[in-house]
């Protein structure tokens, strides 16, 4: 099992900035693919990022390449969506989620097993 506690959402002007944490516990593997997700409502869950938790590679959403960053720190057990130049339509619930899955299957929400609860991002225009 793996346990995911996001945190860092919050309200911001359209232009600033959010760091939003993962925290990850339980048995997770270098094998594991890293995911962040959002939903705003009446939309379906979309994909914005994903890394891997050994090698380090990244994909993005086209929507938020170039102003979100993701990371992970392996020796804390956490992994970073660093979000800038923020603007109204990425107001959203964000999740970050977890499985040992091929990468070519990281944008596909129901490809995760694991997810956090979400955190709220409101972006004020």
């Known amino acids: 099992q793996v346990q995911l506690v996001e945190s860092g959402g919050g309200l911001v002007q359209a232009g600033g900035s959010l760091r939003l944490s993962c925290a990850v516990s339980g048995r997770t593997s270098s094998s594991y693919v890293m995911g962040w997700f959002r939903q705003a409502p009446g939309k379906e869950r979309e994909f914005v990022a994903a890394i891997t938790w050994s090698g380090g590679s990244t994909d993005y959403a086209d929507s938020v390449n170039g102003r979100f960053t993701i990371s992970r720190d392996n020796a804390k057990n956490t992994v970073c969506l660093q979000m800038n130049g923020l603007n109204a339509d990425d107001t959203a619930v964000y999740y970050c989620?977890?499985?040992?899955?091929?990468?070519?299957?990281?944008?596909?929400?129901?490809?995760?097993?694991?997810w956090g609860q979400g955190t709220q991002v409101t972006v004020s225009s």
């Open positions: 989620a977890a499985d040992r899955r091929n990468w070519a299957f990281r944008g596909i929400p129901s490809a995760y097993n694991y």
